[in-house]
């Protein structure tokens, strides 16, 4: 088998690290949202790694990290302290189908949210950071209030919300994820 010359390894790293078109027409628009200054792009920072994220199946790489940071001329360390921060981020770690966060902040653990991690356990056969053998659904460990305090106990389920929560509607939500 032929050996990539030195050009061409250079041209790979440098498509790897690159944003699609798509891609960065997507992260636009979020720039469009904000002043067009360096605090700006670092508003940007959160939904553009969303958009390489669920880009990505769901999960983050190093070269996604660095190919953002390029894109909006931030440090690549400024970027990677959010995607570090951030729960609903998950560098560097295989991902299921669907990510299910049930929140255990003050006002969902005074309401339950203990009682149905639990149950959401057993139920999956994996504990919270786990994902089932079938790569169907991650328990995210949540650590954070995730915003919806009036509803609950709550979840976030791929991004929507469900409040409220009793062990029948996990049963329900969960049951109908594919
Ligand atoms: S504490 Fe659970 S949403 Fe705020």
Not at 10 to 19: C, I, R, V
Not at 116 to 144: Q, S
Request: aromatic share 6%; charged share 25%.
């Amino acid at each position: 088998m032929r050996q990539e010359t030195a050009q061409e390894k250079a041209q790979h790293a440098a498509q790897e690290t690159a944003l699609t078109e798509a891609q960065q027409a997507r992260i636009d628009r979020w720039l469009a949202q904000y002043p067009p200054d360096p605090a700006g792009r670092r508003s940007a920072v959160i939904p553009a790694l969303h958009v390489l994220q669920d880009d990505n199946g769901g999960t983050l790489e190093r070269h996604h990290i660095a190919a953002l940071a390029d894109y909006l001329g931030m440090p690549r360390a400024a970027v990677f302290e959010v995607a570090t921060f951030y729960s609903m981020f998950h560098l560097d770690t295989a991902c299921g189908r669907h990510k299910v966060n049930i929140c255990t902040n003050i006002s969902c653990w005074l309401n339950g949210a203990d009682g149905l991690v639990a149950y959401a356990e057993e139920k999956l056969g994996v504990r919270l950071g786990e994902t089932t053998t079938d790569g169907r659904i991650t328990l995210v460990r949540e650590e954070e209030c995730l915003a919806g305090c009036v509803g609950a106990p709550m979840m976030v389920v791929d991004g929507h919300y469900h409040t409220h929560l009793t062990r029948e509607r996990i049963d329900e939500i969960l049951d109908g994820l594919d």
